[in-house]
């Protein structure tokens, strides 16, 4: 069974600054994707950025990057300029290939502060 | 864009009662739609996959009798919670797969139901 991991329960940055998100997972696939979806209080789960395994390429979406270490298993999200909209949970999640459902991780609140 | 709509948004019922949340899929049809509960600070806990026109799949632990779900279009699942009681009481989420291949999941905007 696949798992997904994030070590960090709560974070904190200050509005501009850099933060960076941990993810790590488990699975014995080759193929399949990675996800960081948002939720902010009004608890609409957004989706943030995916990665597919078999693309070496960081995937990012504007201010939004990601850290892709295949053999290492780890799936990292950079939040470059941080903004108060960004405070939130933030949910690493996983699917292989072949599945349907998603594994979600335990997730991170970030909160952006002045 | 594609747009997954859930209602309703808040719920509270007296306990014994069934309550019937809807999630529908406003601009494509989803054969596949999926069920979460989420408690207070904790992540999205898979219940059920919902397939149109066949039986929902449960995950280990989770009461098919208490949590009846109904995907009879390609627009539109239901949970209905049986017989609430107090500890029902949570935060559900629905999703909707529109792209099997890409793997693209939309989610509603979620329920709170309480149980009093």
């Known amino acids: 069974a696949q798992t997904v991991t994030q070590s960090q329960p709560e974070m904190s940055v200050q509005e501009a600054e850099t933060v960076t998100l941990s993810c790590t997972y488990d699975?014995?696939?080759?193929?399949?994707?990675l996800f960081w979806y948002k939720q902010p209080p009004s608890r609409q789960m957004i989706l943030v950025i995916r990665?597919?395994?078999?693309?070496?390429q960081n995937a990012t979406e504007n201010r939004f990057s990601v850290n892709f270490q295949k053999a290492a298993k780890s799936f990292s999200l950079k939040i470059s300029d941080s903004q108060l909209g960004d405070t939130a949970m933030y949910f690493c999640?996983?699917?292989?290939?072949?599945?349907?459902?998603?594994?979600f991780g335990t997730g991170t609140r970030l909160q952006v502060t002045l | 864009g594609a747009v997954v709509s859930q209602h309703p948004s808040w719920v509270i019922c007296k306990s014994g009662t069934s309550v019937k949340i809807e999630c529908r899929s406003l601009?494509?049809?989803?054969?596949?739609m999926f069920w979460y509960r989420q408690f207070p600070k904790q992540s999205l806990m898979l219940m059920a996959t919902?397939?149109?026109?066949?039986?929902?799949?449960?995950e280990q632990g989770v009461e098919k009798d208490k949590f009846l779900i109904n995907h009879a279009s390609l627009t539109l699942s239901t949970l209905t919670v049986t017989s609430a009681h107090p500890e029902d009481s949570s935060f559900y989420i629905c999703?909707?797969?529109?792209?099997?291949?890409?793997?693209?999941?939309?989610f509603g905007s979620g329920t709170r139901l309480t149980v009093v």
């Open positions: 999703s909707a797969l529109r792209d099997r291949g890409a793997h693209g999941y939309t």
């Open positions: 919902s397939n149109e026109g066949s039986k929902a799949t449960y």
């Open positions: 999640a996983f699917i292989s290939g072949t599945a349907s459902k998603l594994t």
């Open positions: 601009d494509f049809q989803a054969t596949t």
């Open positions: 990665q597919e395994a078999y693309k070496q």
């Open positions: 699975t014995s696939e080759s193929n399949y994707y």
